[in-house]
């Protein structure tokens, strides 16, 4: 399998196959490269970031770690139906363990809970 | 009600007539089928006020066109609308084109063109120097001059409402009873009702005419396709440059706008229809035409292009007289180029004619003048904090391309003829016009046209019904 | 007023700007925001993929702009936001309005640090009707992440730069269908990385060496043509591809936003288009000083932390102890480069210097030459490309016996 990397901005091109010892991978600059094609042909995994609405404001929230790439769309339901009513700081959790596997909705910017202006 | 006049058009043409209607003891009413004022070929034109050698002589054409330009300084002056006496010049080639600059001249003086003349390379290069290095002649008319279409069309309307004329829009009329009175339908249901009515709808004055059983012309849609270069090519050319024309028109010309820009075109093509879709050939066509005329021209700077149609009559030439077929009912149609140059002396004429009818006296109180759209960008720093103190949105800088504050925004939505579309607000203040073409100042500016109106950002549309700027939904 | 330093925009470069001036010892700094928050574009890039050079870390363009909103906030830094520049001069007065009136600063030194615009559809020359449903991606991204709006519901995207994709995955998200990105470039201008998690990932299909033929639509936009174009650019004949779709998004390219520079009379760069500046990132015009996308286009963010920084150290110095003697000399594009930053290297400053440049084409296994006047090295680079920034330094030997420097990119395959 042909695979760009995506954990930084080289864009390594790798090439990943499945074997009977695990996977195999070349074209990777560094380690970040294997685990991203191991992940890849095994359960690729994406870091979600997207925005919560608070009163007058949109708020940017991300997850906190990767979560299944499968489960994205149904994870965007759930963040998209939230509403934002308090404040909170840069990195303060949203949501909790929103894909049963441990990851959280985080604030990626504070949200002072008043309305934004123009 | 019933108004003593309906004008049926909120073009240039209606909009100078309801102005000139103002001045007279009449009750007057305005009918717009689309969502502003100069939505047709007001909006996109050439904005030249011609000299007047192009008409023939004793044509209506030239009639208008050499009374109206020489009325357009004034009447820019009253209304605070951009006006500049630039001068023309029409380029010759070779010979046979000094020959046809020569039967420009005579025909122009003949009209009654003050000032005319024919002028050597030398002259035509200390005045332009990217005229094209080919040229051999030129015919120089110092009266010509530019006018910003729609801002005057704006102006002139805003200042008939101001003396009490009446603006309805999104009014498309579709149907006319006419009786001792006529009563004009809308395609939503309105109705007015009024004593006489003026045809001033362009592009749809074929069909209104019909509506009064009128079918003693017909008019057909010439396209012109235009290329319009940022201020950062303000000087460029300092003149209006036109090749010599051809039957098909006056051909493409390069010159400078009233708001600074540079604008190039128009091509010329017969349309079945008024659509102002740009032909996938126009550009090469509107490039190659232009660079014939002159050198150099710095299309790198071009940050947009736009088609106008112009409305032409089976006369060929304007149509300005009580119908010949209807009762109450006063045609102006084909009002082709010099349409623009024309407008204040056509608006003039018709209101006279129509005062005469109802032997309407002039009104005591009317006031000409109208604060100029510019006006706050005009004034100086200490004048500019004295406003700023009363109104502080005047110091925050909506459109950061052409310095447009968010109080001039307020303003256009609130003075006449109120903005109502984002494309309202850019044609009167000039927010979003510039070199990002509203990338930047668009939330903000739709943002102020929801809330002035109270209604939700997805509601606010470009130009009237069915061009919503956010369609999607909130997220 | 007075200040040592004033700062032109509290985006990314303007931020670690005055960070970095104050840090230097110049403490009397002023960032003018025209925005009502500072953070710049970042406010409203609320995905990831930011900060990894730099931090080591993967984050958000929020998360990145208040890491240094922090920092100059613990420091004290004087920022005045909702204000807009109208006017710099070359005596580094900088006219300032906001809701309380026209004022003007005066400074020792300026730091120009506004940005960039995107290039307009406007620019583009395209065919068919100006319906509403056309946006530049970035007004699009600022639509959804900061208004909360969707601009529309069936997509096409017309160019490939970054914004584009990222608004490809991000309106994907929100629900809308993008159909396709199309790029008249054989290659697009965005990261690779770009291309697999924002379209890959979603089946967008993406059209490269395609331009778009026509847009339709009265009211709303209601369908685009895209058309295969040949090496000239021009298009192929019965190659056109339809599509219905109610939003149209523009990704086509980013310019520095010099026009205050311009009047001011700083000299410009045609390639970069913007100031041409030293290593210190000092304009032609003395104590006024350029950095981040003003200067020339990033496609990272931890380049433009870093280079402003650069100016920023380099403006306390000549706030604190004035201008010093130069020797310049010059920095060209040689085969290959576009361009090359800074344009002017001093040899009088005595320290190592890193030279950016950007290719005309792809590479792979590309071998970079610099060419000194008095000696040449090589650089191999795995791969290049025009969409990434890259860059090569100096010693400060190797400058101190430099005639010139001219960067040329040769070998390697395409």
Redesign the interface.
């Known amino acids: 399998m042909e695979l760009v990397c995506i954990e930084c901005p080289r864009g390594c091109l790798l090439s990943a196959e499945k074997t009977e010892g695990g996977v195999s991978v070349s074209g990777n600059f560094c380690p970040k490269g294997r685990a991203y094609a191991e992940a890849e042909i095994t359960e690729p995994r994406r870091v979600l970031t997207s925005t919560i609405r608070a009163a007058g404001a949109m708020v940017p929230v991300r997850t906190d770690r990767p979560v299944k790439k499968s489960m994205i769309f149904a994870l965007m339901k759930k963040i998209r139906a939230a509403r934002l009513t308090h404040a909170v700081a840069i990195g303060d959790t949203i949501m909790e363990n929103i894909d049963g596997e441990g990851a959280n909705v985080v604030a990626s910017a504070s949200y002072g809970g008043e309305p934004c202006s123009i | 009600m019933k108004y003593d006049v309906a004008i049926i058009g909120g073009g240039v043409i209606g909009a100078l007539t309801a102005r000139e209607l103002a001045r007279y003891a009449l009750s007057v009413v305005v009918l717009e089928g689309a969502a502003d004022v100069a939505a047709g070929a007001s909006k996109a034109n050439s904005g030249i006020v011609h000299a007047g050698f192009d008409a023939a002589e004793g044509s209506l054409k030239a009639r208008y066109n050499v009374a109206g330009s020489r009325m357009m300084a004034t009447v820019c002056e009253e209304l605070g609308v951009g006006y500049e006496n630039n001068g023309s010049l029409v380029l010759a080639f070779d010979e046979a084109q000094i020959g046809i600059l020569e039967t420009l001249l005579a025909r122009g003086r003949a009209n009654g063109v003050r000032d005319l003349r024919i002028i050597g390379r030398e002259e035509l290069f200390l005045r332009e120097k990217h005229a094209s290095g080919r040229a051999v002649a030129a015919l120089y008319a110092p009266t010509g001059g530019i006018v910003c279409p729609f801002e005057l069309t704006i102006a002139a309307m805003g200042n008939a409402m101001d003396n009490g004329v009446l603006l309805l829009t999104d009014f498309e009329v579709v149907r006319a009873e006419n009786g001792k009175t006529v009563t004009l339908h809308a395609a939503d249901g309105r109705a007015v009702s009024a004593g006489y009515v003026v045809n001033c709808a362009g592009a749809g004055a074929e069909k209104i005419a019909r509506l009064f059983g009128d079918d003693s012309f017909t008019v057909g849609a010439r396209k012109g396709e235009y290329i319009l270069l940022d201020s950062a090519a303000k000087g460029f050319v300092k003149s209006t440059i036109f090749s010599v024309p051809t039957a098909a028109g006056k051909g493409v010309l390069v010159t400078p706008t009233a708001d600074g820009n540079i604008l190039i075109g128009p091509t010329s093509v017969e349309e079945p229809d008024f659509s102002t879709a740009i032909r996938r050939g126009a550009f090469g066509e509107i490039i190659e035409k232009a660079r014939a005329i002159c050198d150099g021209i710095p299309f790198g700077e071009t940050i947009t292009s736009f088609a106008g149609v112009r409305a032409y009559c089976d006369r060929h030439d304007f149509i300005v007289e009580e119908s010949r077929k209807a009762e109450n009912l006063f045609n102006t149609a084909g009002i082709e180029s010099p349409g623009l140059t024309s407008a204040p002396a056509i608006g003039k004429a018709v209101a006279e004619k129509i005062a005469a009818r109802f032997g309407a006296e002039k009104k005591k109180d009317f006031n000409p003048k109208r604060r100029a759209f510019s006006w706050f960008r005009k004034l100086g720093a200490a004048e500019k904090n004295a406003v700023i103190a009363e109104d502080p949105a005047y110091g925050k800088i909506v459109c950061r391309c052409e310095s447009v504050t968010l109080g001039e925004i307020v303003n256009a939505i609130r003075q006449n003829p109120p903005a109502r579309t984002l494309d309202g607000v850019k044609l009167r203040t000039r927010a979003g016009m510039g070199r990002c073409q509203s990338g930047f100042c668009q939330p903000a500016t739709l943002e102020t046209i929801a809330k002035e109106y109270g209604l939700s950002l997805g509601e606010v549309t470009k130009n009237g019904k069915n061009s919503a700027i956010v369609s999607g939904g909130a997220i | 007023m007075k200040r040592d330093i004033v700062i032109i925009g509290g985006g990314p470069a303007g931020l670690a700007a005055a960070v970095a001036a104050y840090d230097a010892g110049c403490k009397n700094v002023l960032v003018v925001e025209?925005e009502?928050e500072v953070g710049g574009v970042l406010?409203q890039c609320?995905?990831?993929?930011f900060g990894?050079?730099r931090f080591k870390e993967?984050l958000?363009?929020?998360?990145y702009a208040?890491k240094f909103i922090e920092e100059a906030e613990k420091r004290g830094i004087e920022m005045l936001k909702?204000t807009?520049v109208?006017e710099l001069t070359a005596d580094k007065k900088v006219?300032c309005?906001?809701?309380?009136?026209?004022f003007t600063v005066e400074a020792k030194a300026v730091i120009l640090a506004m940005g960039c615009?995107?290039r307009?559809?406007?620019?583009l020359?395209?065919?068919?009707?100006?319906?509403?449903?056309l946006f530049?991606a970035?007004?699009a991204q600022?639509?959804?992440?900061?208004?909360?709006?969707?601009?529309?519901?069936r997509v096409v995207i017309l160019g490939s730069g970054d914004i584009g994709l990222i608004m490809a995955r991000r309106l994907t998200?929100?629900?809308?269908k993008v159909l396709c990105v199309s790029e008249i470039m054989p290659y697009s201008s965005g990261?690779?990385?770009n291309?697999?998690?924002c379209l890959?990932?979603f089946g967008i299909p993406l059209y490269l060496e395609h331009t778009v033929?026509?847009i339709?639509g009265?009211?709303?936009v209601s369908g685009v043509t895209l058309v295969k174009v040949d090496e000239n650019k021009r298009p192929i004949a019965g190659t056109e591809k339809h599509f219905d779709c109610?939003?149209v998004l523009f990704s086509v390219g980013l310019i520095p936003e010099n026009?205050l520079t311009e009047r001011a009379g700083v000299a410009l760069d045609p390639r970069t288009k913007g100031a041409v500046v030293d290593g210190d990132r000092q304009t032609q015009t003395e104590g006024v000083f350029a950095c981040g996308n003003v200067l020339h286009v990033h496609?990272?963010v931890d380049f433009v932390s870093e280079e402003a920084e650069i100016a920023g150290r380099a403006a306390a110095e000549y706030a604190l102890q004035g201008g010093r003697a130069h020797a310049y000399i010059s920095a060209e594009n040689g085969e290959n480069v576009t361009y090359v930053l800074p344009q002017r290297v001093d040899k009088n400053k005595n320290a190592p210097q890193k030279l950016f440049f950007r290719v005309r084409k792809a590479f792979r296994n590309a071998v970079v030459t610099v060419d000194t006047g008095a000696r040449r090295k090589t650089v191999k680079k795995?791969a290049v490309a025009p969409g990434?920034m890259e860059s090569v330094a100096l010693s400060a030997e190797e400058i101190g016996g430099a005639e010139y420097v001219k960067i040329a990119v040769t070998g390697g395959d395409r």
Do not use: W
């Open positions: 025209r009502s406010k609320i995905h990831n993929g990894l050079t993967n958000t363009g929020p998360e208040h909702d807009f109208t006219t309005m906001n809701q309380s009136g026209i615009r995107e307009s559809k406007g620019a020359n395209i065919a068919g009707t100006r319906p509403a449903g530049s970035g007004t600022k639509y959804v992440n900061v208004k909360g709006m969707l601009p529309g519901k998200l929100e629900g809308a990261l690779r990385r291309i697999a998690q890959n990932d033929a026509e339709e009265e009211g709303r109610d939003t026009e496609d990272l795995i990434e």
